[in-house]
C-alpha cells in the first residue's frame, strides 16, 4: 500500500497547457508562434471564423474533404502539399490517422465539441484546443495542450473586452427565463454586441478568472450524457453517425426536413444550432446537420420535453 498523508503525488505532465479567452484566440498563438508561413490542409465542413482567422494572418490553405458521414476522404488529401494539418473532432469522435503517412507534418486537433481532451493518436507535431463557451456556460476560454514551443508571452494578462458583455447578457437571460425580468431582446442585444467585440478582436487575452472557476466547478456527467444520447439514437436509428464518440455533449444527427423540424422545435422554446451556415464549401452537410444538447445543466424534466417534442414531429 503507498504511504498515506501529506502532499499527493502526480505523474508528470509532458504537454503544454495553456488557457486564451476563446478558440480563435488559441488558433492565433499557434500561428504567431512560428506557424504563419506554414502551409494548412482544412476541411471542407468547418466554421467560417477558422477562414477569416488565417485570411487575418496572412496563411496560405487548401481543402481536404469531410463526408456525409463526418469522416475524411482520404482520397481528397493525395498529391496534397501542406505543413499543418487541421483536422475536426466532431461532435466527440477523434479521427485516427496513420502516423506514417503524417511524418514531418504538424497535427491541429480542434477540440471545439470537448471541455476536456487528450493527444489520443500520440501526434509527434500536436497542438489542441477547444471552446469551452460552445459546451459549457462560460463567457469564455478556451484550453491548449500542446508538445509544441508555444509564444505564451503573446497572451495578454487582460481579459477581453467581449467578455464583460458576454457576462452581463448571461446575467439578464437568467434573470428573464428564471424571475420574468426585462425583456428577451434585452439579452440579444447584448449578446450581439459581446459577438460583434469578439469578432473585431486581434489580439490574444488570458481566459477570465470567473470562467476558470464555473470550469473547475463545472457539472459534467458524462454518464449522464451518454444516457441522453442513448436515448435519442433510438428515435433516430438512421439518421445518426457511426462513428465511435468518446464524449457527449451533443447529438449530431441528419435529417432532410432539418428545418422545418428545427421550426416545430423553435415554437416550442427548444432552439437548435446550424453547422455552418455560409461558408464557401458545398458540404451536403450544411443542409441536413443539426444537433440536441446533452449537457446536464438542463434538467430530466426539460430533456423529457425535448424527447416528446421530437415524437410529436415523428407521429
Not at 131 to 151: A, F, P
Request: charged share 25%; with cysteine; hydrophobic share 35%.
Amino acid at each position: 500500500m503507498r504511504p498515506i498523508g501529506g502532499e499527493l503525488e502526480q505523474l508528470q505532465n509532458d504537454n503544454t497547457i495553456l488557457f486564451t479567452d476563446s478558440g480563435r484566440s488559441s488558433l492565433r498563438l499557434f500561428i504567431r508562434s512560428g506557424y504563419a508561413q506554414s502551409k494548412f490542409l482544412l476541411p471542407n465542413f468547418l466554421c467560417g471564423i477558422i477562414e477569416d482567422v488565417l485570411i487575418q494572418e496572412g496563411v496560405d490553405y487548401e481543402f481536404y474533404i469531410i463526408t456525409s458521414d463526418l469522416k475524411i476522404d482520404r482520397s481528397s488529401m493525395l498529391n496534397k502539399e501542406y505543413d499543418v494539418l487541421y483536422l475536426i473532432n466532431y461532435f466527440g469522435i477523434y479521427h485516427h490517422l496513420d502516423k506514417n503517412e503524417l511524418i514531418g507534418k504538424t497535427i491541429i486537433e480542434d477540440n471545439v465539441f470537448f471541455s476536456n481532451f487528450h493527444n489520443k493518436s500520440n501526434y509527434k507535431n500536436w497542438f489542441g484546443f477547444n471552446s469551452y463557451r460552445k459546451v459549457l456556460n462560460v463567457c469564455d476560454g478556451s484550453l491548449i495542450k500542446t508538445n509544441l514551443l508555444i509564444e505564451d508571452h503573446l497572451i495578454e494578462n487582460l481579459d477581453s473586452k467581449f467578455v464583460c458583455d458576454k457576462r452581463q447578457a448571461k446575467n439578464v437571460k437568467h434573470e428573464f427565463i428564471q424571475n420574468n425580468i426585462g425583456r428577451e431582446a434585452d439579452y440579444l442585444t447584448l449578446f450581439k454586441k459581446g459577438e460583434i467585440k469578439l469578432n473585431s478582436q486581434r489580439s490574444i487575452h488570458r481566459m477570465s478568472s470567473e470562467s476558470i472557476y464555473h470550469v473547475c466547478n463545472k457539472n459534467d456527467n458524462q454518464e449522464q450524457s451518454k444516457k441522453r444520447f442513448d436515448v435519442l439514437a433510438k428515435l433516430f436509428p438512421e439518421a445518426q453517425f457511426d462513428g465511435v464518440f468518446e464524449y457527449f455533449t451533443f447529438f449530431p444527427f441528419r435529417l432532410k426536413e432539418r428545418d422545418a423540424f428545427m421550426n416545430y422545435l423553435s415554437n416550442k422554446n427548444i432552439y437548435l444550432p446550424i453547422y455552418w451556415p455560409g461558408n464557401i464549401n458545398n458540404n451536403k452537410l450544411h443542409g441536413i446537420l443539426t444537433t440536441i444538447p446533452l449537457s446536464t445543466a438542463y434538467t430530466n424534466l426539460e430533456f423529457n420535453h425535448i424527447i416528446n417534442t421530437i415524437k410529436e414531429f415523428k407521429l
